[in-house]
C-alpha cells in the first residue's frame, strides 16, 4: 500500500513561514493530484490546497490565497506547501493526499505533521 510522507512541521511566531514537503513511500508512484488538508483541534478536516501531475491545475481554499503556495518537483517525486504569513489560526496537523483519478476520492494519505503558529 503507497503511503504519503509528510515532512517540514514545527512550530512559529505569527507571521513567519514553513515549507512542507510531501513524497510517496514508492518512487514509481505518480498520482495525478495531490493536495494538502489540515485539522485543527476539535475541527473537521479541510482541504488547503491541490496540485495536479503537470502543476497547471492548482486550487486553494480561500483563507490561505496569497499567503500560500503549492508546487512539485515531478524529478524528486515531491509535493511542497510553502505558507507564508502564518496565523494562529493555521495551526494544524497537516495531511498529504493523493489520487491516481481525479473523479475518486484521495486514496493515499500520510501520517500528518504539526504546524503550530504562536501568536
Known amino acids: 500500500q503507497v503511503q504519503m510522507v509528510e515532512s517540514g512541521g514545527g512550530f512559529v511566531q505569527a507571521g513567519g513561514s514553513l515549507r512542507l514537503s510531501c513524497a510517496s513511500s514508492?518512487?514509481?508512484?505518480?498520482?495525478?493530484?495531490t493536495a494538502w488538508f489540515r485539522q485543527a483541534p476539535l475541527k473537521e478536516r479541510e482541504f488547503v490546497a491541490a496540485?495536479?501531475?503537470?502543476?497547471?491545475?492548482?486550487e486553494y481554499v480561500d483563507s490561505v490565497k496569497g499567503r500560500f503556495t503549492i508546487s512539485r518537483d515531478n524529478a524528486k517525486s515531491t509535493v511542497y506547501l510553502q505558507m507564508s504569513r502564518l496565523m494562529p489560526g493555521d495551526t494544524a496537523v497537516y495531511y498529504c493526499?493523493?489520487?491516481?483519478?481525479?473523479?475518486?476520492?484521495?486514496?493515499?494519505w500520510g501520517q500528518g505533521t504539526q504546524v503550530t503558529v504562536a501568536s
Open positions: 514508492l518512487g514509481s508512484f505518480k498520482p495525478y493530484l
Open positions: 496540485i495536479n501531475i503537470r502543476g497547471g491545475e492548482i
Open positions: 493526499a493523493a489520487k491516481q483519478d481525479p473523479f475518486d476520492i484521495y486514496k493515499y
